[in-house]
């Protein structure tokens, strides 16, 4: 249990699907971020939220929706990706001083079709 | 711009010995972090040891020690005593603004490390 929990664990989707991938966390913290692990390829930044207000959007296609209700709960809803957004979808989470280290979820493997 | 540099794509070392994982990092910021993580073949990002840019001393944690070396902008980590469960990819990561509660945290590449019985 690494205290930041990610369902599903495994998607496969077509590209005219809409699905949302969930992250909670339970640590107290006041930060969550959307990664994304491609293969080959360092992880991408894609979201992060502060207080549940949105502080950075790495320039990320619109087909990729995150949502922050409250500081323990973050989604990303996908709708009509392309096969080139199958990759590692990483959240974790922090305390909001930059010098801790952040607690990540075991991620959600996407898989577009 | 940030920029992260991890130049080995593989490793190897032999059980019981030591290995150090090198990390290059470039910044004009000079309040800032530099972490490594561990991802085991599950998928899970485990953060290991973090060094400030303002921190004296190197930092450490259990067989896991970080050689800050500031003027050559590198931060390698020292893993001592390889265990078979050190096999996994490492992360050297960089996240600028440290002190005014800066975000965002970049990676580098990441070093497959294979711990050989």
């Known amino acids: 249990e690494t205290g930041v929990t990610q369902t599903p664990r495994h998607l496969v989707m077509g590209m005219t699907n809409k699905k949302s991938l969930k992250c909670e966390q339970h640590l107290g913290h006041n930060a969550m971020y959307w990664y994304k692990q491609s293969a080959k390829k360092p992880l991408e930044l894609m979201f992060v939220?502060?207080?549940?207000?949105?502080?950075e959007n790495n320039s990320v296609p619109s087909r990729f929706s995150p949502e922050c209700p409250n500081s323990s709960h973050l989604f990303l809803h996908l709708h009509t990706l392309q096969p080139e957004d199958s990759a590692l979808y990483l959240c974790a989470s922090s305390q909001e001083a930059g010098y801790y280290g952040y607690t990540f979820g075991s991620g959600t493997r996407l898989t577009v079709v | 711009a940030q920029k992260i540099t991890q130049t080995q794509p593989g490793m190897f070392v032999q059980e019981k010995e030591a290995v150090t994982l090198d990390c290059t990092y470039d910044t004009s910021d000079p309040s800032y972090g530099l972490f490594w993580y561990k991802q085991p073949s599950s998928g899970e990002m485990i953060f290991l040891i973090y060094?400030?840019?303002?921190?004296?001393q190197n930092a450490t944690e259990g067989r896991y020690s970080l050689n800050f070396q500031k003027a050559r902008k590198s931060a390698n980590l020292v893993i001592s005593a390889s265990q078979l469960g050190d096999s996994a990819m490492y992360f050297c990561a960089m996240r600028e603004g440290v002190n005014t509660g800066g975000f965002k945290t970049i990676f580098g590449a990441g070093t497959r490390l294979f711990v050989k019985a």
């Open positions: 060094q400030g840019s303002y921190d004296q």
């Open positions: 939220y502060s207080l549940e207000e949105r502080v």
